[in-house]
């Protein structure tokens, strides 16, 4: 990062803050104690996870079916209460996402009536019926699978505009206050369930409280924390938000089981400088608490590799550097072992920062008898008025700092700052998982990584490799404003001339095939940006629903993409395409927007090369 | 062939299988082809699987009745996938 003043000033400047000219000697003074570019590092992360956008429709159905399940245990009681009219009030808060979720609910099984049409249909000849028989069947078969075609564009319509009038609403949509309502009436209703004594029913109340809880509540936080920094350093955001301070008390989330086993922790970014915490909790305690949960995950981190790796033998040390949280030794390599979701491997550590905003860990990685050799050339330990020569034995982190290791000059790592050499070896680990020509009916394996779905981020087996395909992409993204043309150009023409690398109406020979592990954001924007494409070559697009790819698009590009450093005119205008070059023009635009975005998230950190672990 | 593959033709081109549908038994994959940096390029195809004498065949598609429905069946596979995905 650089650290010219001007430069940081800049980009605070640019991220809404200013300083605080009533209070400027003071802000000097803190300045000059602490680490400006890092702070200036962190205003912008918090700013982004302010305005990156929360997934209300997966809240609003996960709290509709907590109130419809709460609803019928009260039923069945047959309780005189007052508590299905609270239960009713709760659920009028969300008609604004109601009409959404039950279009939505409609396409869904619209589309499952369609496919089982259509398969139906194609399988028609294995009833085994005689030749009249099939003709009258086909016949019934043909007017079913048109008439549920028919009720899926019907199905597809109806989401589309049931999503626009959703969409309009969220423009105005204020989560303090939407939280803060739903709080209000949720303390009315546990003052009810309270007086009918019913467990049963407090277990499914606090449920729903928790979903609430939960809701934005990385918002939330990041807001609190970027509030009591912007106060301490004396900076002032441009169009303060001032809903946390006026706002009256909002229920504060009680600890809640986190399913692997992850608690939220404020990164404190002064952790390595001598610096006074400048935070209003207490400071002490906030340290302490940051290096326990620190080692709590690291050790977390290594009992989970000797569980997926029960055939490697594994050791816990002291790293060569301060980078590295922890360092982890093992007898077999770093790219055969299994991972911990989440984690992916360097050539030096294995890490998840790729995938995560918090809990952060960079562990280095060595061979097992590399460590040995190393550290039996170590300079002895610091004086603790033992034997000096005894070799320090950590088997947990406890006593890391109180432990002062020498690093080695053979121990610094060389950094890898060719990018064709990275390429290189990322080519190496994506992509290429064995040749299967020779089992193509064998299912290829994956590694068993338990995943815990329930309230987790999406499955990540494949997820981050979104960070291999951005390492790819960083050295077009350079290009990318005078190619786009030139794509436009030449898409068109050979869609419309069929040319391309492969020959039209001959059969070619598939010779080999390998499995490609792609993230499935990239995977879907490549399928849009295909079916755009090949829809845009047709001269009757009757039939195609340009519509529902535009709509496609649309929600794509502002739930994944558009953010402070992204977006495209064209994708948010309310113009949506028409026709083929309207659908090849969106199909492109959002590639590059996706592509922008990777670039954006990878740019301000150099990596070596990046893999996941598996066999 | 399978979804999430790479395959490679013997006139050398790779492709990467992005989508999968099934129109009338036979199986469609909409593809895009790889570069010599195996990096997606602009091309995008339809290839038909074949299946003759224990080999694998591709054939591009470009009836345009057929694409029209297989784009539709794309289509609502990729909107399936877009619920399922979180950042």
Redesign the interface.
Known sequence: MNNNMYDLMVKLTNNGFSIDKNHFNDFMKTVQNSNFADLVERLELLKRRIN?PI?II?FAQSFLDGLNKLEEEINSLNIASDIQEKIKSLKDKMTFVSGYLAA?NT?DQA?DE??KA?YDL??INEKGLNDEDLTIEFGRLADESRAKEEA?YKAMNLFNKEREEYEKTLATFDLLQFKNSLTDDLNALSTAITAVANEDLENKFNDIKNIVDNFGIQRINSQKELDAICKNYHITQKGQNNQVADKKEIVEPEPVKVINEEKPVIKDFFATSNDPVLLPENAETLKESDAKRKNDNINWLFNELKRLNPRSNFELGIPSDSKYDALISCDNPLSSLYLPNGYYYTSTSITNRFSADENILNVEFKALDQTKKENANLEPSAPTGGDSSKEEDVETLDQEANIQTPVSPDQILPEISNFEKELEEI?KMI?YDGD?TEE?TKEPEIPQVTVEKENA??PSVEKNNEDIFAE??RN?AKKIEEEDRE?LA??QV?ASK?E???????????????????A??A??I??????C???SS???L????VA??GS?IS??YY??IKSNDVSSPLLESEEQPRDGKGILNWGNELLKSYKKKLANNNKVEAQPSVGRGGR | MRVDTVITLENGVNCLLLEKATLENENYFLSVVLNESEEPSDEYVVLKEILKDDKQFVIKEDDEQILVKLLNLFTLNLNSEMTTITD
């Open positions: 990156s997934d997966a939505q396409l589309k369609y496919v259509q194609n399988h899926l080519k992509n299967l193509p981020p999406a790819i992409s077009t794509m030449k898409q050979a069929n391309g690398s492969i020959p039209a109406k001959k059969e070619i020979e598939v010779k080999r095939t390998r499995r490609a592990i792609s499935p954001m995977k879907l490549l399928g849009v940006t295909a079916t494409t090949i829809a047709l001269p009757l009757v039939g195609i629903p529902a790819l496609t929600t794509i739930q994944h």
